[in-house]
């Protein structure tokens, strides 16, 4: 198999890393989500991943709490998964580096661009945990402003959904699967794949999504060997 990508950022939700333990890390599981990772920096394809927090904590969920400081609770949720995704992959003797957006250098880089661009032409995979750094912003911003700093080729969304629908599959037998769609269909249309943020940033700087089921792993693989699987969204 040969990578259409060579510099990939892929997207992966804190709810897939739980298994089927629904709640924290499931590490059998994402050992699972390590191993295509691995044999794809085999191939010689750079990897950058970024991490949600929703099995641990949602900030959107919190309540009456402020904001800002349940945004802040997520960043770190997500600090702890890439950690996590970072101790399997040195299991599988995948040289690793973990960058968080905000500073918490006993544990890990702080997140600089050049550094992090350095790891991935040396072949390290970065995993971007923290977020942005910032409150109010969700992690699949995240994805998309680190994919644009990195100069991505692509994000590959890994979700627990084989594709983009045009209603919830899990709600309606009925609901339609797209092959392919814009940014504009998303914003548009309401397409329930990321929030409108993330959504724009891809489409200001043409950097085209694949959103596939994460339930197969090895639809990593052939996601990046340009395999028809799950729903690619472009530019146009």
Partial sequence: ????????????????LAGNLKHGIDFDTVLSFCEPIKKLVDMGVEVAIVVGGGNFW?????????????????????????????????QLDVV????????????AEPYIRNRAVRHLEKGRVVIFGGGTGNPFFSTDTAAALRAAEIEADVILKATMVDGI?????KINKNAVKFDEVSYLDILNKGLNVMDTTAATLCHDNRIPILVF?????????????????GTLVTQA
């Fill in 213 to 229: 089921s994460i339930e197969n792993p090895d639809n990593i693989i052939s996601a990046v060997c340009g395999e028809k699987v």
């Fill in 1 to 16: 198999m040969t990578p259409k990508y060579k510099r990939i950022l892929l997207k992966l939700s804190g709810e897939s």
């Fill in 165 to 169: 629908y045009d209603s919830d599959p």
């Fill in 96 to 107: 690793v580096r973990v960058q968080t957006g905000i500073t918490m250098q006993q544990v």
């Fill in 58 to 90: 949602r900030g959107r969920s919190s309540g009456s709490m402020d904001r800002t400081r349940a945004d802040h609770m997520g960043m770190l949720a997500t600090a702890i998964n890439a950690l996590g995704i970072a101790d399997a992959l040195e």
